[in-house]
């Protein structure tokens, strides 16, 4: 423990104690310092940080002073323990990661703080974009509007944009109400209320051109009713879940489904046979079927039947792209032996 988490847990003892608490009941909370470095951490808290630290004349032991007006003492400054400082540098590579830096602008003062922090520390954070791979799935550019739309939703103002939509093609000018920011699978999502629709919608940020921030407040739409329609559902698409999906694993695979989060709102079990049966509440069956398909012939789908068929379909549609005696331009087929593929990268 170096010298500023014991200042840290001097600090933590004292504020907690009305009585005074002794010399050597200190030294043992301080995982068993010396008494000379109890002594200067004393002494450096009480004269270089301010605090009304007293020493009881009875006893001898430590205690701080009542305030008169009741308050407690604070360490000045930003003051961490040393697992909230590497926490706290491994968020920021985080959001670096996340990207684009609008985040990083306005928390570069504290980002200053923090290194200046880390230097007395010595505790090698600076190895933290060495030492943990933060790795991204094919994720989208954010797009050159991030910066206008991530603004109007902090600063709680309408947005006004044009709209190319991906599934129909369409362009279209919105004027919404942003609500939040959602990073999801390495793409930028916003979701606003949007009254040309009178409902709530989400809408992808690098599909968003020519916006703009209006000075007009946006209207905020209660926590509980966002969290109800973004969050009942299966994935991206948002409204309210009205299915529920009937997955089984092969026993296989079972072992990796079974530690995996679909949704908030899933359950599962093993069967006696070892597979693994899967529920999800979902509303739309893209995102949904995209996700049983990753998994081939180690998933069944039970239920319903309409979310059977379309996996049923989509298999059927991709056999058809693999005719059995055929092969796309003139291409060799596969020499190799015949392995079974598995989604299983792990070597042990």
Partial sequence: MDKYERIFRLHGILSMRRTPVAAGDLMDMLDGCSRATLYRDIAFLRDALGAPLDTDGETGGFLYRPHPDARAYELPGLWFT???????????????????????????????????????????????????????????SAGAAFHTVASAVLQRHQLIFHYHSRFRDQHTERQVSPQRLAHYRDNWYVDAWDPSRNALRTFAVDRISHAQTLDAPAEDIAETELDAHFSSAYGIFAGRATRTAVLRFSASRARWIADERWHPQQSGQFLTDGRYELRVPYRDPRELVMDILRHGAAVEVVEPASLRAIVRAELLRALDAYPENGMPDGSEPFSGSETTLRNDSSPG
């Fill in 82 to 140: 040393a697992a909230e400082l590497q926490a706290l540098v491994t968020f920021h590579g985080l959001l670096d990661r996340l990207g684009p830096g609008l985040l990083g602008q306005h928390l570069a003062p504290l980002a200053t703080r923090i290194e200046q922090l880390i230097s007395h520390r010595r505790l090698h954070l600076n190895e933290v974009p060495r030492r943990i791979r933060l790795l991204g799935g094919p994720g989208r």
